[in-house]
């Protein structure tokens, strides 16, 4: 028997955003293709930059493809939408984990949020229902990449040491953390999940390629 999921193909979730937004959740369909690209173009190129580790100006069919189509049980992603009165959809952000063939329950999360929709609450809902989705399919840790050419990005990666597991390769850092782990700086009264978003989201401000803002 299939396990129950929560977050299937009839998975959609309305929510507010912190300046009152309203945002649809949903699974990212191979039919969003056209989406995607519109949401791509409204990223900056440091957004860009910072969500494939090298200047981007387009994505290729190929690219697209793999971004679109997906299995959402090794590679798993979740489109966020704003809709307008005329009910015409627009993407605003997409948050996805890809999972390691070999260790299943190892998966790289990246969450993009387009410039415009910032500084909103976005990328910490991402996360939140990223991690809860990953929890779902028997994921039990992120491996996050990292960019630790800066003496802040190195000052953190020093202090989340006894927190996770760090390995360094020259300018750059993988660090793998558990889901249900709570992050360095969390209240030891706040549920894991989001002790997991605020260390992503302190990893995203000091440089790692995961989570664009909050």
């Known amino acids: 028997m299939d396990p129950v999921r929560h977050f299937d193909a009839q998975y959609a979730e309305q929510a507010v955003l912190d300046d009152g937004t309203q945002v649809t959740l949903r699974l990212l369909r191979p039919t969003d293709k056209a989406l995607l690209l519109a949401g791509f173009a409204h990223l900056s190129a440091r957004s860009r930059y910072r969500r494939f580790l090298a200047q981007k100006a387009r ?12 299995d959402h049980e090794m590679h798993f992603a979740l489109a966020a939408l704003t809709v307008d009165a005329q009910g015409r959809e ?12 070999d260790r299943p329950e190892i998966a790289e999360p990246a969450v993009v949020v387009i410039d415009s929709m910032q500084g909103r609450g976005l990328g910490r809902l991402l996360c939140r229902r990223l991690a809860e ?9 992120f491996r996050c990449e990292v960019l630790a050419s800066n003496e802040p990005m190195r000052a953190l990666i020093d202090q989340l040491s006894p927190h996770a597991h760090i390995e360094q390769n020259g300018g750059s850092a993988t660090i793998e953390f558990t889901l249900t782990a709570p992050g360095p700086a969390a209240a030891t009264t706040e549920p894991a999940a989001g002790s997991m978003v605020d260390y992503l989201l302190r990893l995203a401000s000091r440089g790692a390629m995961v989570v664009l803002h909050r």
Do not use: N
């Open 59 to 70: 994505l290729s069919d190929r690219e697209l493809r793999y971004l679109t189509e997906l």
């Open 90 to 101: 627009a993407g605003v952000g997409i948050a996805r984990f890809v999972r390691q063939p």
């Open 133 to 141: 989705a990953a929890r779902e399919r028997g994921v039990t840790s």
